[in-house]
């Protein structure tokens, strides 16, 4: 019985360390497919998301780049010598390029008191035709109306130039493109009216006196025709 136990044993023995070194072989072979499963996965390529840190936000790739900073607002244009900087001139006259670029209120200046001192003259000679280019409707009505009553009292106006001392502009105002600059006038005439008989009747044909004049201009900005009208008088202080 002893021997009998014995190989019985070692038989059982030796199937149990066959069927471990079959499945050992199969088991325990690692083939270089395998992933550990706390591996993590690597989205840096598959997740152009990210989130900025203690937030919630999701940004979109490249929002974290310097955006190009805004284009300066344009500086205010140097009106030195004409209108003080943000006054209502000044903000009149922006209003006048932004209709016309071309427009230069220094330039505007000097055609004025060519114009003002052309009318003068006009208006002392009777001139009807070159006063009709330069004046308003209802400017041209007055002025006629005064021509006509001296003319009617045989009376003569002499106007002489002596300087134009001062020319500034004291308002600007723009309304559907049409521009009206106001301008107020300081100058030294020789003026004089005589009667039929040659007689001064009024003012002086020697004395140099100082005139004050605020003359208004009117315009269409951006229309062809270049020329200002003179569209309201009053005697300046």
Partial sequence: MQDSFDVTTIIFLALAVFVIWRLRSVLGQKTGAERSPFKPVDRSRTEPQTRSDGD?????????RVQPAPPPAAAP??????????SEIARGLEACVQAEPGFDPRAFLEGAKSAYEAIMIAFAKGDRKTLRGLLSKEVGEAFERAIVERERNRQ??????VSIDKAEIVAVEVRNRVAQVTVRFLSNLITATRNAEGKVVDGSAETVVEVPDVWTF???????DPNWQLVATEAGA
């Fill in 218 to 224: 009117a315009r269409t900005l951006g229309s062809r």
């Fill in 56 to 64: 919630n936000v999701v940004r979109l790739p490249g929002a974290d």
């Fill in 77 to 86: 244009r140097d009106w030195r010598g004409i209108a003080e900087p943000g």
């Fill in 156 to 161: 003569t106006l002499e106007t002489t130039f």
